[in-house]
């Protein structure tokens, strides 16, 4: 296993199009957690996943935006009628139970770009 | 609110000498964690180093160490011996005890002179 690995590593869409994003967790890390990063800010966190259930939700994530963890493995994110304010960096990260004393692992993340 | 400040916005330092980057937060609870990462440009975010709130040692890892005063809400980083990998931009992040979610500074961009 090397790490959380999230695809595509970029994307450009049109304003109104959807888009979805994939991250695939370290295989023993039971909890998985979305953040967007814009630009010369730290990140934010969006949702967090424990198992398949989504326990947590940002007033960020507005209804445009869906997040999935079928079978607790792989997680997808999908934005639906994209706007220019979604351009940015979306970071996966995860962890097991004790993660939050030692952090989290962090993808590589997915650089979104509106057009 | 949580929040978490990161006054610096840039630093620099040259190569082999020590730099200090600052982070204060703002909480009313007594057990936290807190974080420091490093993202070096288009790589992934990892963290450097950690320190329970509840521990007044200093965390320290290899040339990586801390200034943790929790009177004043304070979590400085210092780098000793700077290396040119250590370029990147340094985040400081805070957790509640029993909460998921990672509450990050606004990040300091830390530039390596050779």
């Known amino acids: 296993d090397t790490g959380v690995s999230q695809n595509p590593r970029h994307k450009i869409t049109k304003r109104g199009q959807n888009v979805t994003f994939r991250c695939d967790p370290i295989?023993?890390?039971?909890?998985l957690y979305w953040y967007r990063q814009t630009l010369g800010q730290g990140p934010e966190f969006l949702t967090y996943?424990?198992?398949?259930?989504?326990?947590?939700k940002s007033r960020l994530l507005s209804d445009r935006f869906s997040a999935e963890r079928p079978k607790g493995s792989f997680s997808t994110l999908e934005i639906q009628r994209t706007e220019q304010g979604d351009s940015a960096m979306y970071l996966c990260?995860?962890?097991?139970?004790?993660?939050?004393?030692?952090?989290?692992?962090f993808g590589s993340g997915t650089r979104l770009t509106v057009v | 609110a949580q929040t978490v400040t990161q006054s610096q916005p840039e630093m620099s330092v040259q190569e082999a000498e020590t730099v200090t980057l600052s982070c204060t937060y703002d909480?009313?609870?007594?057990?936290?964690?807190l974080f420091w990462y490093k993202q070096p440009p288009s790589r992934q975010m990892i963290l450097v180093i950690r320190?329970?709130?509840?521990?007044?040692q200093n965390a320290t890892e290899n040339r990586f160490s801390v200034n943790f005063q929790k009177a004043a809400k304070s979590f400085s980083l210092k780098i000793s011996d700077s290396q040119l990998g250590d370029a990147a931009m340094y985040f400081c992040?805070?957790?509640?005890?029993?909460?998921?979610?990672?509450?990050f500074g606004q990040g300091t961009r830390l530039t390596i002179n050779p």
């Open positions: 990260a995860s962890s097991t139970g004790t993660g939050g004393v030692y952090g989290y692992t």
């Open positions: 320190q329970e709130a509840y521990k007044q």
């Open positions: 996943f424990q198992n398949e259930a989504q326990l947590e």
């Open positions: 295989s023993e890390h039971n909890r």
């Open positions: 909480t009313s609870e007594s057990d936290y964690y």
């Open positions: 992040a805070y957790r509640l005890q029993g909460a998921q979610k990672l509450v």
